[in-house]
């Protein structure tokens, strides 16, 4: 069974805390793959240990990096609250109304009144301007893309890459590929989804385990007996 991506066992070997930089993530993780590449170890005996903890190491980033192309931030970063956005009137004055000098001469004392009348109107309108405004500054925007997909592909998300459905006990490898799409390590009976996979047994599903931090479409992490 796959473990689980513990992301504190990840940043305890970088050496850095959960709020970061994402350029200080990366450069810790680079030092830390220059430190046990096999390559370096050559003809010692701690080469098999330092293969296994590069491969640990190298899962644990790749499914970091996958959470914060979801979610903006890496895993354990504060979440950054949006700043309101202050309601704004605009301060021009309200339009003087045309008076017909004889029709002021004939009705001056009802002047007062229309005038008292034009500036509730006009209030309320900026107000709702105002509103409008805030409501359309604080509309959600449409789901974010893969900084490394072409948005004009029709591959652009991952919604249109993969039609919806939900894995179940006995599928083929085809139906699988229809719902989960290509996985990132394919082995010969088993396929790794990140952190999470999918086990086949002559060409077809027996079991499968669903991280949290990149779930498969099922209805629950490990299939129901």
Not at 140 to 146: A, I, K, N, Q, V
Request: with cysteine; glycine share 8%; net charge neutral.
């Amino acid at each position: 069974m796959a473990h689980e991506t513990d992301f504190l066992d990840l940043y305890g070997k970088l050496r850095l805390e959960p709020g970061c930089s994402l350029d200080e993530f990366k450069q810790a993780y680079r030092r830390n793959v220059a430190l046990w590449h096999p390559d370096r170890r050559r003809g010692t005996r701690a080469d098999a240990i330092a293969a296994a903890r590069l491969q640990r190491l190298t899962a644990q980033y790749g499914a970091a990096m996958d959470f914060y192309r979801r979610h903006g931030r890496l895993p354990g970063a504060p979440v950054v609250a949006q700043a309101p956005v202050a309601e704004t009137v605009s301060a021009e004055p309200a339009a003087m109304p045309r008076i017909d000098p004889v029709a002021s001469v004939a009705s001056g004392a009802e002047a007062p009144a229309r005038a008292r009348r034009v500036a509730p109107r006009w209030w309320f309108g900026a107000v709702l301007l105002g509103i409008g405004a805030v409501v359309w500054s604080t509309w959600p925007d449409g789901p974010e893309s893969d900084p490394g997909e072409d948005p004009g592909s029709p591959v652009a998300t991952r919604a249109d890459a993969v039609p919806t459905g939900t894995l179940a006990l006995g599928m083929s490898p085809d139906e699988v590929l229809a719902i989960e799409g290509e996985p990132t390590r394919r082995g010969t009976d088993r396929w790794e989804y990140g952190p999470s996979w999918v086990r086949f047994e002559g060409d077809t599903v027996v079991d499968w385990h669903s991280s949290p931090l990149r779930a498969l479409r099922v209805g629950s992490s490990r299939p129901r007996p």
